[in-house]
Each structure stands twice: as structure tokens, then as C-alpha cells.
């Protein structure tokens, strides 16, 4: 891997730019093969993150300190999401700037990977929370790297007419990420050592596919002007001024995420205290599955279908209203049917606004050249609300009038997100 001695601009192009492979706008369709190849990364990556945090990095806690595995669990994962805040642009600004001969973002992908995996199998081995620590971040920023190449592949090789679909499939690889994850909680018995190894096999295995047809141009070492530190870091802010559109599609994909993590966020205890289910780990599980089904479902139909209309905006409006109408599904029908209908409505919701609104989101970047960087600032419009929500939710429960309170906000909050897609214009 190698960047150029001279950072690609934050923000603008050179009129030689236009024509280079790796900056211009695609217009031939991608192959079955590359997006089979986009999708199993997918699938890596959110298997290697949400096996250990669901389960693994629990249950290590536990033999660890059994009395204090709250408290574990709370700083390894804090600590991971901190990491994750910082490395998605930070690795997608870089990848912007590579001029391997085998491409900007595959390097990436590949290196991410292995770091990933490594820190992976050292975490087995670990005895104590610094290590634990230190891991997971590791695990962090590499598992981010990755991602924030593969994402910025997309606006890179995939023609708008066809980024609804792609981006619908690359959801379903997420969600199959997320219960591959179960799967290997439920099938190594307790033993997390297995299970660490399993997500590090995972995720070094997927990228290999597109890795051997991943269709990622060189970067020419002469596009890019000098370096400059103060220009690359500036580079991170994109004025809502001069880029509206982006602004405001980064605020609504906040928004509703923040939405969607308070309708789950407390699913046990919910199911525990206010419904009174006999088992809520298993509750929990099977609004899972029916949530990730329907994810699964609505992300493949409604991305084509958006691609085939040529419109972004109803979708996402409409899949935000939808998941805004889970939280109140949940809010006035504290039982265990509703609890069930409001786990499909908000996978239905969920769902189709993955897979259009990345679409729509690949529509509004800044410049060709600063795609890597721009779609890591998006991601990080994923990430915060992990760290947001528990807090929302923390007070909504404990101070503001109980679960009612925590899902009319989630409510609420998501219906926001569906309103503001309106303040964008450059997409219809």
C-alpha cells in the first residue's frame, strides 16, 4: 500500500481529474460477481463486530469479574465506538489518497481485514480489561478501515441507476452480518475463545472474493496537489453552508438511527418489566429474527424499486414514518403481540431506508475525489447514535415517565428524520 506524497483535495477537482478511471462518474452497470464480492465483506465485518459485542465480550467479562461485567462491558464497548468515531473518515480520506497500483480502496479492505482478525484472535488470549481494551480497538479500527473503503467502492463503481439495489443488497449483507454473529453465540456454548476465532475466520474469508474481482483503478501519483496537515484535517468539515444536501442528509440518517437504537436499546428489560415475558433472552431473539427478516426483505425489494422509479425521496420518507410508527406501536401496545408487530414494522421500516437512503446519500457527496472521506463522515451518522441513544433512553425511562416516554421520543425523533428529507433538493 502507498499514499500519495501529496493528499488528493478535500474538496474541488483539476481538469485533469475528470478523466482519470478512479474519479470519474461510473456509468457501466457492476457485475453479479462484484457485488456477491461487496456483500460478503458486509457480511464479515458486521459478524466480527456484533458477535463479540452481543455476546463474546459479555461473557469474557464474566470470567474475568462476574460482579463488575457491567461495568466491563460498558467501557470496552465505549471505547470501541470512540475508536469507530474517528477511524471511518480517517481511513476513507486515506483511501482517498492511495496510489497503489492495486487500487485506493482495496488495500484497505485487506489490511483493515487482517487487523482486525489478528486483534480478534490476541482478544481470546486476554486475562484482563486492559487488554480487552486494547483489543477491541484494534478491532475497531481495523474492522473500520475496511468498512470505510468497501462503502466508498460503491459511489466509485456502481452508476447511479443501479446504487438502490447494490445498496439494498449490501443492507441484507449487514443484517446477515448481525445474525451470523447469533449464530456463533449460540453454537460455541459459553466458549468465547471459539467464538472470537470464528468472527476473526469470518471476516478474513469474506473480503477475499472481492478482493480477486474488486474493479478499484489506480489513483495516477500526479492528480493531487501538495500536502498540507492543517488542509487534511480541515478537510473533515463540510460546511452545511456550501453542501445543504449533504447536511441535511447526514442529520436525517442520524436521526433515524437514533430512533431506531431507542426502540431496541432496552428490549430485555422492556420485555422483563412491562410485558412480563416468562424468557426475555429468548424474546428478545425472536424479535430479533423477525426484525432482521423483514430487514432482509423490504432492503432488496425497495432498493430496485427506487432505482426503477429514478426517486429517492418518497422511499426514505415513507421508511422513516414507518419506523417512527414502531415506536408507537410499542408505546400504546405494551403486550407481547405488539411487542411482535412492532419488531416487523420496524424491520419493514428499517429496511427499505437502508438500502434507498445510501443511495440517496451517494447522490449528495461533495467531489469525486474526496468520496472515501465524505462517506466515512456519513458512517459516523451511524455510529453516534449508539453512543447517544443509551443516554436518551437512560433518562427517558428513569426520569420521563417510563418506557410510554422512551418510544413516543423514538417516535418522534424518527418522524423528524422523515421531515427534514424534504430540505434536500439536488435529489428527487
Partial sequence: MSLSNTPVPAHGTSAGESTTAALAEPVHKVTARWVTGLVLVNVGINAAFFGPINVFIG????TIDAPGKEAILSLVTACGAAVSLVANPLFGALSDRTTSRFGRRSPWVLAGA??????????????????????????????????????????????????GGVGGLAAMGQTLGILTGAVFGAGVSGNFMVGYWLCAGALLLSVLPYLFHRNDPALPKDTAGPFGLGAFLRGFWISPRRYPDFAWAWLTRFLVNVGNQLTIVYLLFFLRDVIG??????????????????????????????????????????????????????????VWPGALAGAAVLGIGFGAYLAVDFALLTQVLPFPVSRGKDMGVINVANSLPQVVAPALALLAVTYGGGYRTLFLTAAVIGLLGAVFVVKIKGVN
Fill in 59 to 62: 461473557q469474557q467479562a464474566i
Fill in 114 to 163: 487482517v487487523l482486525a482478525t489478528a486483534a480478534l484472535v490476541a482478544m481470546s488470549f486476554s486475562g484482563a480489561v486492559a487488554l480487552m481494551v486494547l483489543f477491541w480497538c484494534l478491532v475497531q479500527l481495523g474492522a473500520n478501515a475496511a468498512y470505510a473503503a468497501i462503502t466508498a467502492a460503491v459511489p466509485d463503481r456502481v452508476p447511479v441507476v443501479q446504487r
Fill in 277 to 334: 415475558h416468562e424468557d426475555p433472552a429468548a424474546g428478545v431473539l425472536v424479535l430479533t429474527g423477525i426484525y432482521a427478516v423483514m430487514v432482509m426483505i423490504t432492503a432488496v425489494l425497495a432498493g430496485p424499486w427506487s432505482d426503477r422509479m429514478g426517486r429517492r425521496k418518497p422511499f426514505v420518507i415513507g421508511s422513516s414514518a414507518t419506523i417512527a410508527m414502531a415506536g408507537a406501536i410499542m408505546a400504546f401496545f405494551p
